[in-house]
């Protein structure tokens, strides 16, 4: 931070940059020198909102809220007798049978797509991509649109050409959010008719803290194209750690009890039509697959410099 000239004295103007990540009062002595005041970012770690800033929620009245409230409440009545049910029977799965896929997501009925959410760039104002997820014809989830990574001549966005489908964050009765709990299985499994783009699958793990509320594992899925379908297999350990689009240099692996979202992007930076078939997704335990994490390479000796 910049104090103001002197006015006492002509020669000098003395000044003192003061350091928010360091704590430290530097004061120097610069002859003849106007120093402009800059804008200190001081949002250097803080997050404002788990949205980035992007604001998509609808405000309403409180008299509304109450409205609504009431509509919901025998929905929410019906989740917590079930969960009620769930709590006095204490049969959990306790083991993931080794060959076996359970499935998360089976879009066999269009009131599996109302768990997702569609999102591209044009919805902010930041390209002209369109997507939408809905029912093929063949009864199966169709994730369908078209790409375009024209950048908006607004001066401020640089990159653009993205579309990407979201689960909706799973929430017990009364509203109260939770988390999926994958620790039983190590491998995830989907079956998918693509059209020889490549996708992008995210596993979200938002903590609690501000600085965590980005964390995403993405992981590449390749498609054949053509008309017949293929089922992927991709091990956990495989995903790497990402935050806003950038891939982290200190890597660990994912909480598998802290899974809050699960999405696929479509952003290859190719123009035109793009589709995607999806059939299920799922988990599975592979007994032969040992491997915790792919990228701790930094923590064993045998990867230190001089060693």
């Not at 689960?167 to 499994?189: A, H, M, P």
């Not at 091990?235 to 990402?242: E, I």
Request: hydrophobic share 30%; net charge positive; with cysteine.
């Amino acid at each position: 931070m910049y104090t103001l000239c002197n006015k006492l004295l002509k020669n000098y103007i003395p000044f003192r940059n003061y350091s928010v990540l360091c704590k430290k009062l530097d004061n120097k002595v610069i002859l003849n020198y106007r120093p402009t005041l800059p804008q200190i970012n001081r949002t250097l770690f803080w997050e404002k909102d788990r949205k980035g800033g992007y604001q998509t929620e609808t405000k309403v009245s409180y008299i509304e809220h109450i409205k609504n409230g009431f509509k919901e409440l025998k929905i929410e009545l019906k989740l917590f007798a079930q969960e009620m049910k769930e709590f006095i029977e204490a049969d959990p799965v306790l083991i993931a049978r080794p060959g076996e896929t359970d499935l998360l997501w089976c879009f066999n009925e269009p009131t599996v797509l109302d768990k997702f959410v569609t999102t591209s760039d044009s919805d902010h104002n930041e390209g002209y991509s369109k997507c939408s997820f809905k029912m093929s014809s063949a009864g199966r989830a169709n994730f369908y649109g078209h790409l375009d990574v024209r950048v908006p001549k607004d001066g401020r966005i640089k990159k653009a050409g993205y579309c990407a489908i979201r689960s909706k964050r799973i929430r017990k009765s009364f509203k109260r959010e939770t988390t999926y709990d994958w620790s039983l299985y190590n491998t995830l499994v989907l079956k998918v008719r693509g059209d020889g783009r490549s996708y992008l699958l995210n596993i979200s793990c938002e903590g609690y803290y501000d600085i965590t509320w980005n964390d995403i594992y993405h992981y590449v899925l390749y498609t054949r194209g053509g008309p017949y379908w293929q089922i992927a297999k991709i091990p956990f350990s495989k995903f790497v750690l990402g935050s806003k689009g950038r891939l982290q240099d200190k890597q660990n692996r994912m909480r598998f009890d802290k899974i809050t979202h699960f999405g696929i992007s479509c952003g290859d930076k190719i123009n035109g039509p793009f589709n995607l078939e999806i059939e299920y997704i799922g988990l599975e335990f592979d007994p032969t697959h040992d491997e915790e994490f792919a990228y701790e390479m930094y923590k064993t000796e045998k990867y230190i410099v001089g060693v």
